[in-house]
């Protein structure tokens, strides 16, 4: 049986266009645009609910209120601030290499939304089901990598280029540990497609690989750590560090080019949770409520859990960071993936 994707549940647009004479291939082509159209306002309306809810938490981790003026709860305060970014002035160097200096943003903006083709938000809700779907995601995920580094070379600025060399220096090295203890997932699920791994943790919570895998708990928090250094997040935004860089990669741009970096980090935050309920929660996974309901509510807990460790721990020195990543997180990663490669070989479950 064909399995069901998210662009058959749009069949009446179809069937629209087909009635106004439209043919292949521009059928496909306006069929997908109208998919893309639809997932960047999905994501938009995350990212912004994403930054009040982050501003909410850290005001009450820090005993405040927070937003609390414009709207219930200071709610549409973050859509005013992102109107403003879109009208204020693009104000640009002068000896900027124009051509980098452009596209950055543009790169992070478009890796940052290319991941959700393969993420599947419930039983069906998936734009293409690609059987090297998790190999998909780790391989579009990387041009943020180049992304940030053009943003600091094109800037003409030895701080912005200072964040961007960090900034690749630290990807590559949590890339190592987060592919290692997302290879212990795909070992016992015997599969890439983000599908299939869901599937295969259907049933009882204690299916989910979280709890099934050999030192499944270990894989998960070896994971949560490299992602969470692949989002720049605290401890681990050090090509962010203001106190060094002052802004870091994205200290010349303004207006929409920030935004767009800035959006991009709250969607990366999103995807690297996503990720995380998929290989480790069972995904879509649940009983009585929707699949769509169950995925974004496991999502938004692992978010939060991002948000709370942003606003609990300090900040590494570089040195410290490059040293845990090579030290400590790499050989427990491998060595995870070593243990749980032996007891699938060995047919051990739990």
């Not at 609990?312 to 490059?322: A, E, G, T």
Request: with cysteine.
């Amino acid at each position: 049986m064909e399995r069901l994707e998210l662009k058959h549940i749009f069949s009446w647009l179809h069937d629209l266009l087909v009635s106004t004479g439209l043919g292949e291939p521009w059928l496909s082509v306006v069929t997908y645009l109208m998919l893309g159209a639809m997932m960047f306002g999905a994501l938009s309306v995350i990212a912004l609910f994403l930054v009040w809810w982050e501003r909410k938490i850290s005001a009450h981790v820090q005993q405040r209120f927070g937003p609390m003026r414009n709207g219930w709860h200071g709610w549409y305060q973050t859509i005013m601030d992102a109107i403003k970014l879109l009208q204020k002035e693009d104000v640009r160097v002068t000896n900027r290499d124009k051509f980098v200096f452009f596209w950055a943003p543009v790169i992070c903006f478009v890796a940052a939304f290319l991941a959700y083709i393969v993420i599947p938000f419930g039983d069906g809700l998936i734009v293409a089901d690609f059987n090297i779907g998790i190999l998909y995601i780790m391989a579009v995920t990387t041009f943020t990598i180049i992304s940030l580094l053009m943003a600091g070379w094109g800037s003409n600025n030895k701080y912005a280029l200072l964040g961007g060399m960090r900034s690749a220096a630290q990807m590559v090295s949590y890339e190592i540990p987060m592919v290692a203890s997302i290879l212990v997932v795909i070992v016992y699920s015997g599969s890439l497609s983000m599908v299939d791994i869901v599937e295969s943790q259907s049933g009882m919570i204690f299916n989910w690989f979280i709890f099934k895998l050999p030192f499944g708990p270990i894989a998960f928090i070896t994971y949560i750590i490299a992602a969470t250094a692949e989002a720049n997040r605290v401890p681990f935004d050090l090509p962010e560090a203001e106190h060094e860089l002052v802004a870091g990669f994205n200290i010349e741009y303004s207006g929409m080019k920030f935004a767009m970096f800035f959006l991009a980090e709250f969607v990366n935050m999103f995807t690297v949770s996503a990720i995380a309920v998929t290989l480790f929660f069972g995904g879509w996974n649940g009983w009585l409520l929707p699949s769509w309901l169950w995925f974004l509510g496991k999502t938004l807990l692992v978010v939060l859990l991002l948000m709370l460790f942003r606003w609990s721990y300090p900040r590494l020195r570089v040195d410290q960071l490059m040293e845990f990543a090579w030290k400590f997180l790499v050989p427990l990663t491998f060595a995870n993936l070593l243990v749980g490669a032996a007891f699938k070989y060995l047919g051990w479950y739990w």
